[in-house]
């Protein structure tokens, strides 16, 4: 069974603090997602990434960052929060092959203050 | 860019009745059409898909169709439940954009005991 974990379920930071994001799964995935999730507007992909050290912009990578330093890691970075990142964010795996079904984490929603 | 359009935004339905879930998508290389459902406070799960070479496909009370040359696609869900009450999210992967997943904004279905 797959396993997606999140750092944190809920999260409140200040305003221009930095942020971090931490995704872990245990399935040996290639691919790992970060999405954030608002009312009316679905999930959007923030950034994703297919190997280890390697990243990909999605549709909404302005103010974020990403990390994948290790296949079972990628992590989310705001590195000045805004009150406009008030939101949930949902990491994602999937793996290589015909099997396209992404695995969600349990979600972070982070409060900007 | 890439788009997933999905209607209704939200949906009321009585128990017993049909739900019908309607999306169309813009990249027409799209080739895996997947739906979440997403229960409240929880992730977003897989609960049916379809690839392109394949017009419709069921399971059980789900069943999704797939017009590739409207580009359309949609879930009907039949003698609805209470525990169908949930958002539901469909989505299009295509080979352009790597292993890119551009997701609908999601419809938010209350079925009525």
């Known amino acids: 069974d797959v396993k997606v974990t999140q750092s944190s379920r809920y999260l409140v930071k200040r305003t221009g603090e930095k942020v971090f994001l931490e995704c872990v799964q245990d399935?040996?995935?290639?691919?790992m997602f970060w999405y954030r999730q608002d009312p009316g507007l679905g999930l959007r992909l923030i950034y994703f990434s297919y190997d280890v050290k390697m990243k990909e912009k999605g549709d909404i990578p302005e103010g974020y960052s990403v990390s994948r330093e290790k296949k079972e890691r990628f992590s989310l970075i705001l590195e000045s929060a805004s009150t406009n990142q008030t939101s949930m964010y949902l990491c994602a795996t999937t793996t290589v092959g015909s099997a396209y079904e992404q695995y969600f984490g349990p979600g972070t929603r982070l409060t900007v203050t | 860019g890439e788009n997933v359009e999905q209607h209704p935004s939200t949906l009321s339905v009585q128990e017993g009745d049909s739900a019908v879930i309607k999306c169309t998508y813009s990249d027409s290389a799209s080739n895996y059409f997947p739906w979440y459902k997403q229960e409240l406070g929880k992730r977003p799960q897989l609960i049916i898909d379809?690839?392109?070479?394949?017009g419709e496909k069921k399971d059980q009370r789900i069943a999704v169709t797939l017009n590739k040359t409207a580009k359309h696609f949609s879930l009907h869900i039949t003698e609805t439940q209470p525990e169908d009450s949930a958002v539901y999210f469909c989505a299009a992967r295509g080979p352009r954009g790597g292993f890119k997943t551009i997701f609908g904004a999601g419809t938010r279905l209350f079925v009525k005991a």
């Open positions: 399935m040996d995935h290639e691919n």
């Open positions: 379809i690839r392109s070479n394949v």
